[in-house]
């Protein structure tokens, strides 16, 4: 299924500075690649932990070639068209839930972008009828784990442990995302305390159901 596209937006940070919002297209690879192209490779590792240099045609294919219902991606950019950041969601085998990823270039980190473009991404995870991120915490970070618990109801426990992550679970604000705690873990995040899922997983995610649909498809048919 594909979901319908919203046009594309402006919004003006806490610096003043304007961005557009918009949805991700297929013809947006070069602007990906920029944006990969343009992050620090500390930047790089933390948000994708990979050393890789550029992206692939495949990962390229993957960033941009959405359904904007299962896989969503709210693209920034300046007024030049230069790009600023990315936030996504792939919804996983719940269907209420998605993995969220955000990578901001190093020049717009700390401005605000990335609530700017979590909060668009918000709306459309809103809008297609999903009710919570997935986001992943460093298993040995005592204070990460206890800010979640400090401001999310029900003091959230984690759901399932990886090597030296924990992964909890984020229910979305309906009213905005500046005082919530997606907000307060995006600001853990820009600190380094807080580790967002990066896009790599949810590539594996996204492969491992497009194969299992792959492998229903060609199953004879009674």
Known sequence: MTAAVHPETQVTLADGSVITLRE????????????????????RYRRFFTAMSRLSGSDLRYLTEVDHADHEA?????ADGEPVGVARYVRGDIPEEAEVAVAVVDAWQGRGAATAMLERLIERARENDIERFVASVLQENEEALELFRSVAPGDPQPRRVVPGQVELLITLPDDGIRGSLLGR?????????VEIHPWRLIRERLQRLADARGAGENRPRR
């Open 24 to 43: 991700v297209r297929p013809d947006d690879k070069d602007a990906i690649a920029a944006g990969f192209a343009a992050l620090s490779p500390e930047s």
């Open 185 to 193: 873990a995006l600001r853990s995040a820009a600190s380094g305390r």
């Open 74 to 78: 709210v693209l920034g950019f300046t």
